[in-house]
């Protein structure tokens, strides 16, 4: 039976508690996730912005430096919402947190000394 796309959202946030990762069924909540990201999420993230809602947290954006060289602009599309902005490119893939842990302690460190 297919879960609404609410409930599956709070699902993949940990909010509605099913599945958690390693357990059977997470995949199912990644999934749910990535699935909100492109449908409810972008209808929540086009009423903030009409409401004129902003992050007034300090946010630190690391980018992977092939993201960067494809043109994608992390740091533009976090600065619409995020005023106080912290932004690196970072050399690494994916898995940025276990191939560049050193640059990510660093952010993090930084970030909450803001």
């Known amino acids: 039976m297919p879960v609404p ?3 599956a959202s709070r699902r993949a946030s ?7 990762p390693g357990q059977v069924g997470s995949a199912v909540s990644i999934v749910a996730d990535y699935r909100a990201s492109a449908g409810i999420d972008v209808a929540h993230d086009t ?8 992050l007034r947290m300090p ?13 994608y602009d992390a740091a533009g599309v976090w600065r619409a919402w995020a005023p106080d902005l912290e932004h690196q490119t970072v050399s ?3 898995f940025m947190a276990e191939e560049a842990p050193a640059v990510v302690v660093r952010a993090l460190r930084d970030l909450l000394l803001r």
């Not at 009423?47 to 902003?54: E, I, K, Q, V």
């Not at 946010?59 to 043109?71: K, M, R």
């Open 5 to 7: 796309q609410e409930q």
């Open 14 to 20: 940990g909010r509605g508690g099913r599945a958690r």
């Open 47 to 54: 009423a903030d912005r009409a409401a004129g809602n902003l």
């Open 59 to 71: 946010v630190t954006v690391l980018q992977q430096d092939w993201g960067a060289a494809l043109g």
């Open 92 to 94: 690494c893939g994916h």
